[in-house]
Each structure stands twice: as structure tokens, then as C-alpha cells.
């Protein structure tokens, strides 16, 4: 076979081929290759079963005895020398700085796994190795490499794909693709994924790399920063699952950690994602980074997402610190409390209602839901507006008289003003 590195050919076959051997006389000696009955559940769907070997498994439970031989020593050497493998060798670099354990997880044993699911077993192909070797190869030299990053969604459902921007989109997850790729998922999935109308749709980054990419995105935060637009924008209860699934050029990449305030799930209840709420949630997403130089702002952010995972007194008290650091500007939650019941109230009786619940929340009491959803809704308002200080001095004036009420998102929208920011469709 034609190959375009002979050199990492040859010693990638000699890895290859030498697993095979060591698997080979263990089951020889009596070690039982392993097999899988496993249920594909659907929801209105009868579930499908699918019986077959855990060849998966059984390689991998012996990877770092394989990685102590010499073909794979050869094997990391060769890599290393190869400056295509980058991405590979940094594909965990968030959890271990040992390279050669990177390698062996990201190159060799998907190589080595997909030979051997193809072979059934261990009793070894050439041809077959090479039709593995011809897609490594492929991908390896690309002019570019296709990466993408899916996380089970929890305590949200959506009729159909949701775009988010920016690569990221909701859909809805199918049947048996997690388990296709990762085998190993089915223990990994959130508690009846697949089944529950709120967990059948994933989370998924989607993104295009140059040939020269030595790492891969910070595929976890970005998943976090959209499940907190998604919890801003619909005040569901709504996570992703403990872990997010990488696959690069098609191929399994790797397994993150997800980040664990994404991944935990807040009081509340599940709620639906529909487009126009998506693109509102898009437009949440690509004003986040606008905390990044407003730490009042970033702390008001945080402060409201971790009340969503606290009881009383603690939840109040973090709503309270919330709306003071959002529009407090230095003038104490009675001041805070005032504004954002004008950003807020379209009437008049709309901002005294608002402003009965949010001034008993800054005298101490436990916020009741009117109160909780005001925060919620005057941190949706301020970053969509994007100026959090000129938004805060057009409120000041309109309290004195002196200027107009500033129109809050939704009056905007209702206007036609046609920024992406302020009027998405």
C-alpha cells in the first residue's frame, strides 16, 4: 500500500501487530474475550438490542502493559517526530503532561481497536490494518481536521436543531450514536438518556482546524458558557452530563470532564428550547465574554447561577449580592432594586409590583418566584443591552424625569431595530 509515512507505518503495524500477538496467547491460556448484550432505547420506539465482543474493552484494560513494550516505545518516538501528530500528543493535556500517554490513548489504541473490531478478534489481517492505517494516515495530513464535541443534555428538549452560533447547536441525539463511537458511554450517559423527553438531545461544538492546530478548543468551557445562556434565557433546570465526547476527523478523540457547574443540575423543572428562544440564547452566548472586563458583572453571573443550586437563606442571599452587583453601581440594593423594576416593568403597576417583591428581598426576607425572576430577567436585559453603565445612567435619568425610559430587549425587538444584538428574528 501506497503510504505517505513508510517509516510510521512500519512501526505502527509492528504495534499493531504485536498486540495482537500478546492478545492472542492469553486467550490461548484461557482468558475469555468478553461480550455485550446491550439495549438501544428510543423514545415511542421499540428498543433494539444488540449482542456482540467487547473487543473495545478488552484492549483498552491493557493499554499501559502494551505501552511498557518496545514497538510501542518505537512507536512514540516515531510520533513525536512527526509534527502532523501535535494535535494527538496534546489531546490531554488538561489532565496529564505525560505525552506518551497521550499518544498511546489518541493514536494508538484507536488504531489498534479499530483493527481489531474489524478483524472480530485478534487473528490478524493486513488488509485490514491497512484500510485502518489509510484513514489515520488521511486524517493525520489533512489539509485540516474536523472537530467536534457532544455532551448529553439533561432537563431540556427541542423539536428540532437549534443553532446557538458560533458552532454550537442543540439537536436531538440519535439512536445509538454515542454508543457507536465510545462504547464505553453507556456507563457514562445521565440516568435514562435516551428515554426521558427532557434528556434525548446533546450539546454539540462544532469546529473547523487548520493543519497546523497543535491543540484542540476548550470544547468544556464553551459547552459551560452555553448551557448558562440556555438556563439565562429559559430559567429551566438544564445541564449537560458528567462528561463531553470528542471525536476529530469522525474518529473518537477523547473523553473530558464536563465543567461541574454545567454538569450539575438545578432546582427547577425541565423546559423546552424553541427557535426563538435559541436565537435569543445565540445572542446571550456572544455577549458573555463582555464579564471577561466588567467584574461586577462577572460576579453578578455567578452569583445568580450558583443560587440555582441553593436552599434558603444562602439562595437569597446570592440573589441579593446578584442585583447589587449588576445595577447597584455603588448605591446599595435599594438603588439596584429601583432600577431594575424600571428596566423591567413595561407599566407603571408592572414596576410596583416588581419593586414590592425585590425591595422585600433587600430587606432580608426569602425570595418568593416574582423576586428570583426579576434577577434573571435584569441580568438578560443588561448584557443584551451590552453598555451596563449607560445603560444605568438612562435609568437614572428617567427615575429624575430628565430622560426616556430606556426600551428594554423586547421593546427593541418589537420596534424592528435590526442589530443582531438587539433584534434577533
Known sequence: MPVRAPSLYLTLRGFCLGAFGVFSRELEQGVELPFAFEEHGSLGRPALYEYRPLVRDFVEARGQRLATRDDARLAFDELRREPAAAIFARVHAGTTADQD?????????????????????????????????????????????????????????????????????????????????????????????????????????????????????????????????????????????????????????????????????????????????????????????????????????????????????????????????????????????????LLLGERGSDRADLLVSLRALAAGEAAVEAAADAVRRALLEVLLHGDRSALIGSLDEALLGVGPRPAGYFARLAAGDGSRATAAA
Request: with cysteine; net charge negative; proline share 7%.
Open 101 to 341: 500517554r497521550s499518544l498511546l490513548e489518541s493514536v494508538l489504541m484507536p488504531l489498534l481497536v479499530r483493527t481489531a473490531e474489524a478483524c472480530g478478534g485478534f487473528d490478524w489481517d493486513d488488509a485490514t490494518f491497512d484500510r485502518a492505517y489509510r484513514e489515520f494516515e488521511t486524517s493525520l495530513f489533512s489539509d485540516g481536521h474536523a472537530y467536534a464535541a457532544l455532551a448529553p443534555l439533561v432537563g431540556l428538549s427541542a423539536g428540532g436543531e437549534i443553532d446557538l452560533g458560533g458552532g454550537l447547536r442543540v439537536r436531538v441525539a440519535a439512536t445509538g450514536e454515542l454508543a457507536a463511537h465510545w462504547p464505553e458511554a453507556s456507563g457514562l450517559l445521565p440516568p435514562g438518556f435516551g428515554r426521558e423527553p427532557d434528556r434525548l438531545c446533546v450539546l454539540e461544538l462544532e469546529r473547523d482546524l487548520t493543519a497546523a492546530a497543535a491543540e484542540s478548543p476548550d470544547s468544556a468551557g464553551e459547552l459551560a458558557d452555553a448551557i448558562s445562556a440556555i438556563r439565562l434565557t429559559t430559567a429551566g433546570a438544564v445541564a449537560v452530563g458528567p462528561v463531553l465526547f470528542e471525536r476529530l476527523d469522525w474518529r473518537p478523540y477523547g473523553i473530558r470532564p464536563a465543567v461541574p457547574i454545567a454538569a450539575t443540575l438545578p432546582n427547577g423543572e425541565p423546559t423546552r428550547l424553541d427557535p426563538f428562544r435559541g436565537r435569543l440564547a445565540a445572542d446571550v452566548l456572544t455577549r458573555l465574554g463582555i464579564a471577561d472586563g466588567d467584574p461586577d458583572l462577572s460576579e453578578s453571573l455567578d452569583r445568580w447561577e450558583l443560587s440555582l443550586f441553593q436552599s434558603e437563606p444562602f439562595r437569597s442571599e446570592q440573589l441579593r449580592e446578584a442585583l447589587v452587583a449588576v445595577l447597584g453601581a455603588g448605591d446599595g440594593l435599594w438603588a439596584a432594586s429601583v432600577r431594575a423594576a
